[in-house]
T-cell receptor, first 111, second 117 residues
């Protein structure tokens, strides 16, 4: 079964609005990463947050991590049409050098 | 850097045929991952290598699947015989010093789109 589960599965908003995606996981992690996938392309790394961090920013992206609730959120501010893509959280399990991906959130930004 | 290079990008084959997918990781990366993506099961890790040695193949679905990494710049994923349920996008990815404990980024190829009819 998947380690991470994203919520919602699909999200459609107007350009300029903020988009929030959530990820829940099951076991202890070393870090959590968010990736983006444009239609028909490979995944691209966006941001990483370590288990001892609570919040991280990168440009219009803000990631939070709550290890007590085993959850993370990705906020994209001032969304653009070009942000339309699927977004995946990936967890690095303790003691392992591999990432386990969730099912993803399909984000559509309407112009 | 050219990134992770996969071939073929698209393949349509008949059930029972052998399929070989190829991957060239980013130069200098010591970890290589094979993932499979389907609508039903999402992105699944099939196997990963460290310094050309298979570390975890627990995600390989069955004996019809095999993966090799004869050197640091080349890996193959083979399906023999192929079945319609193997239809998926197969991604190869690489990283330097791993993505888990080390927290390093995984770089994905563009994928090989396999259709078995």
């Amino acid at each position: 079964s998947q380690q991470g589960e994203e919520d919602p599965q699909a999200l459609s908003i107007q350009e300029g609005e903020n988009a929030t995606m959530n990820c829940s996981y099951k076991t202890s992690i070393n870090n959590l990463q968010w990736y983006r996938q444009n239609s028909g392309r490979g995944l691209v790394h966006l941001i990483l947050i370590r288990s001892n961090e609570r919040e991280k920013h990168s440009g219009r992206l803000r990631v939070t991590l709550d290890t007590s609730k085993k959850s993370s959120s990705l906020l994209i501010t001032a969304s653009r049409a070009a942000d339309t893509a699927s977004y995946f959280c990936a967890t690095a399990l303790r003691g392992a050098q591999k990432l386990v991906f969730g099912q993803g959130t399909r984000l559509t930004i309407n112009p | 850097d050219a990134g992770v290079i996969q071939s073929p990008r698209h393949e349509v084959t008949e059930m029972g045929q052998e399929v070989t997918l190829r991957c060239k990781p980013i130069s200098g990366h010591d970890y290589l991952f094979w993932y499979r993506q389907t609508m039903m099961r999402g992105l699944e890790l099939l196997i990963y290598f460290n310094n050309n040695v298979p570390i975890d193949d627990s995600g390989m679905p069955e004996d019809r699947f095999s993966a090799k990494m004869p050197n640091a710049s080349f890996s193959t994923l083979k399906i023999q015989p192929s079945e319609p349920r193997d239809s998926a996008v197969y991604f190869c990815a690489s990283s330097y010093r791993g993505s888990g404990i080390s927290g390093n980024t995984i770089y994905f190829g563009e994928g090989s789109w396999l259709t078995v009819v």
